[in-house]
């Protein structure tokens, strides 16, 4: 991705735990100016960023969401990968409560690793203190000047899993926000509000009402009931749209990802006008002084 004067949204990850081909989980990649920054990583995510050509030795920091492992099982990855490329400080890792005991489980269970790295390859190209991340707690509510960059963390609803957060990136003028995984409510209309572009987890209950039935006797059959309750509704995205007054809402962590035009059709029938169900490798232009959010396919 070239040097864009705005911000620039690359999808490293689309899908949420249920499996889908093509598909990696949840990850969202921001480029505000020269600087990277990334939100949230999935399995697979981080092979989908290094494949697109993201500048990885510019990636500041990872934001984290929550916890689940579809959001975070890629960070070593970004970790190396970023390091490999020439990352020049240690790597940032963000986010609620809980930060830093991921972080240091990460770290320790990577250690090994990196002492290999190093001997390979030696401490002069593979720093070994840049290959230990650090851990940053952001409280929801609070938010985080890089320069022009400001980032604000909201306090959304996934529960039972607390805390949860969404990530708002307002850059010279522009803005999106990252909702994580989280029903509709206060917190996500105010990280929202006004806002040029929302991508948001969405979840279809007619198909997985339909899936739920389908797997009667099953233990998919419980875990099919209880995620109904925890991730936005497509149909309650209308009100989200009209309540915030986003200007281009574009879905993500899709439950389930629609794998056929029939599953499409039924994804779709729901949302607002407009709404884009995004694919990875999709990128979202946002140009400094300009109302466009320009859609790049993949």
């Not at 996500?188 to 009402?209: E, G, H, R, T, Y």
């Not at 991730?231 to 009100?239: I, K, P, S, V």
């Not at 059709?265 to 300009?290: H, N, Q, Y």
Request: contains cysteine; proline residues 6%.
């Amino acid at each position: 991705m070239s040097e864009f004067d705005g911000l620039q949204v690359f999808m490293c990850g689309t899908s949420s735990p249920l499996p889908a081909p093509g598909r990696a989980q949840a990850c969202v990649a921001v480029l505000a100016g020269k600087a990277l920054y990334v939100i949230d990583a999935g399995a697979g995510s981080a092979q989908v960023a290094t494949l697109g050509g993201l500048p990885l030795e510019r990636l500041e920091a990872v934001f984290l969401t929550h916890f689940h492992s579809d959001h975070i099982a890629a960070v070593p990855e970004f970790n190396l990968n970023s390091w490999v490329a020439g990352r020049p400080r240690p790597l940032s890792v963000v986010g609620p409560a809980g930060v830093a005991e991921v972080v240091d489980g990460l770290n320790a269970a990577y250690r090994l690793d990196r002492t290999y790295r190093v001997a390979h390859h030696g401490a002069e190209l593979m720093s070994p203190e840049v290959g230990v991340m650090q851990s940053n707690l952001m409280e929801a509510g609070t938010a985080l000047s890089f320069g022009d960059l400001t980032v604000t963390s909201f306090e959304v609803n996934h529960d039972p899993i607390r805390p949860a957060v969404a990530y708002r990136f307002d850059y010279r003028g522009r803005s999106v926000v990252i909702s994580g995984d989280t029903i509709v409510n206060q917190g996500l209309l105010n990280a929202a509000k006004d806002a040029d572009l929302l991508l948001q987890d969405a979840l279809s209950l007619p198909i997985v009402q339909t899936l739920e039935r389908a797997s009667a006797g099953s233990r998919m059959e419980k875990i099919l009931h209880d995620i109904q309750d925890y991730h936005a509704h497509a149909g309650d995205l209308a009100a989200l749209v009209d309540q915030s007054g986003v200007r281009q809402l574009a879905l993500y962590h899709l439950v389930p990802p629609p794998s056929n035009a029939l599953f499409e059709k039924i994804f779709s029938r729901d949302l607002p006008d407009g709404t884009i169900v995004t694919e990875d490798s999709m990128i979202f232009e946002l140009p400094a002084g300009s109302e466009k959010v320009r859609v790049v396919a993949p």
